[in-house]
């Protein structure tokens, strides 16, 4: 977030830092650094939060009235903060890597028979596509 930024200037980061720092809130940042030379250096880095994608999710359908699964998101550009939703409510999630979260959906979120949205939401708040989970009677 814009803190995050003031502070990496102030205390005069790398550029590599600073990104690092705010990876998930600002989209563009100055930062003015000493080099190995005592010289002022400055670099502009434009940062782009990435909207994560869903590819494919595991299992994809389920009886209603099954017992409790865990759940498994594979796509592409999750970041640390990813959390999945299942119909909107936010799970406990698991973060495995950028390209694959898990969490544990309960028998009641599949005690009716229906279909669900998976979806994925990053720490930036940009949201992924919504993919199907079908609940069988």
Do not use: M
């Amino acid at each position: 977030d814009a803190a995050t930024f003031a502070e990496s200037v102030k205390q005069r980061k790398s550029p590599a830092e600073t990104a690092a720092a705010i990876a998930t809130g600002v989209t563009a940042a100055r930062t003015q650094y000493a080099n190995s030379e005592a010289q002022a250096v400055e670099d502009y880095a434009e940062l782009t939060a990435l909207t994560p994608q869903i590819t494919t999710i595991s299992p994809n359908s389920t009886a209603a009235g099954s017992a409790q699964f865990t759940l498994t998101v594979n796509g592409f550009d999750f970041d640390a903060g990813a959390k999945i939703r299942w119909s909107g409510t936010q799970q406990t999630t698991t973060v495995v890597s950028k390209t694959q979260l898990t969490c544990t959906i309960s028998a009641a979120q599949v005690a009716s028979a229906g279909s669900r949205t998976v979806t994925v939401i990053n720490g930036s708040k940009k949201v992924s596509n919504g993919v199907t989970f079908t609940i069988t009677a």
